[in-house]
């Protein structure tokens, strides 16, 4: 008889040891509001990491574009000897010539966007002024997706002058935006947008 009643309690303690470790509904479903806290939480993080890398990759892309036009300019305005406005003005110009030594003069012109092409600023290089601006050749990638767009272009001319000290050479001031493309993704992680401006001087010869 004690034999069969220290089983008996056996089997009642192993009862209650299920019991009491077991849980309840309650506190399963405070469990699951409590990983789906988590797993928000962790997910917005994530997000917002993705959103910010996003935007500094896009900044930067356009940055390097915009940078290349500019140089691009540079180079080309700085080896020639004169500069004259033939669009706009008469402070700020949309198309300049430049006259070049030995060579055929410069058009460099901002031109508006197309069905395929972003605003650009392109050049085109002839004894005569171009005909039409899809004679131009782009200095950026003009594609409306993965190009950059160039908006706010203008040329300013101070003209060559002479002073105590010799002869004083013209100036071509440059300003330009530079944005992604017409036809990029609009989301808010995507936009950038980079202003350029640099003052040119020519050669004297």
């Known amino acids: 008889m004690p ?10 303690l192993i009862s209650n040891f299920k019991l009491l470790n077991g849980f309840t509904l309650i506190e399963f ?6 990983l789906g806290f988590i797993v928000t939480s962790t997910v917005l993080f994530l997000n917002s990491v993705l959103r910010g890398a996003n935007q500094t990759n896009i900044t930067q892309e356009v ?3 915009g940078q290349a036009v500019l140089d691009s300019l540079d180079k080309q305005i700085r080896g020639s000897i004169s500069v004259d406005g033939i669009e706009g003005g008469p402070v700020d110009y949309t198309a300049i010539k430049l006259t070049r030594p030995n060579e055929d003069p410069l058009y460099i012109k901002c031109l508006s966007a197309t069905a395929t092409q972003n605003n650009r600023i392109g050049t085109f290089v002839s004894a005569t002024a171009p005909a039409a601006d899809s004679n131009y050749t782009s200095l950026s990638n003009d594609d409306r997706t993965n190009g950059v767009n160039v908006v706010g272009c203008k040329f300013n001319i101070v003209t060559s002058s002479v002073a105590q000290g010799g002869q004083v050479p013209a100036v071509v001031g440059v300003s330009f935006t530079a944005t992604q493309g017409l036809d990029a993704p609009y989301r808010q992680d995507f936009a ?5 401006q640099t003052t040119i001087s020519l050669r004297t010869y």
């Open 29 to 34: 479903i405070v469990v699951l509001g409590i």
């Open 192 to 196: 950038a947008s980079a202003p350029f």
């Open 63 to 65: 940055k390097q574009n």
């Open 3 to 12: 034999f069969h009643k220290k089983i008996f309690n056996f089997k009642f």
